[in-house]
């Protein structure tokens, strides 16, 4: 018995120096966002704060606006997987300006920034769309592309807000532009709130060879 007993502990003893090896794969939530330049955010909020104040929303946090591409939940490990094909897509980008007019809604519970030029950033999306089998973890978490670019300025509204917010800036004007030269790419835990700058890619209009293309894929 006592050599039997013997054998399980040592055995028991691997296992745990065995499993201490074993790596930990964090996931993580992404998104690939266009980011206007720093005056431009500025502006955006605060009418984000404004609104935040005159309908009575949650505490303002003051996240740079953005407009976002992809939406995928991924393990950590693939990171630098999808930095190389987003630094090879970008680099074959040219710089372009992005116009935004006035404002849209999601009835009955967003309101948001309408992009006046779409045709750049469907393209880009559309580019980026190449890579989705590396933003896929599994058949519950497939990437999400944005097909209607936009700005939101509020989300989660409630019935009473949204009406009586839409009323007012259904009938504002806003006019601003800026020339998109790049995207980032940003992260957060599942389950928490901040995103963190995993990088930049810089729109590099470089002629990208399609052999030099075909060793990425």
Known sequence: MYFISAQIIVYLIKM??????????????YRVILQPHEDLCDKINAIKKSFAETFELPVYRYAKPD???VRFTQYEMMEEKIIHRLQNITAAIKPFAIELKDFGSFPTHSIFINVATKTNIVALVKE????????KLDDEHKPHFITEPYISIAAKLLPWQYEKAWLEYSNTAFTAMF?????????RKVGEKKYQTVKHFQFLNQKISVKQTALFI
């Open 128 to 135: 980026i769309r190449s890579i989705q089998k590396l933003m």
């Open 16 to 29: 745990k120096i065995k499993s201490s090896f074993i790596p930990v794969y964090e996931t993580f939530e």
């Open 67 to 69: 407009i976002t591409l």
């Open 179 to 187: 020339v998109a030269n790049e995207i980032l790419l940003v992260k």
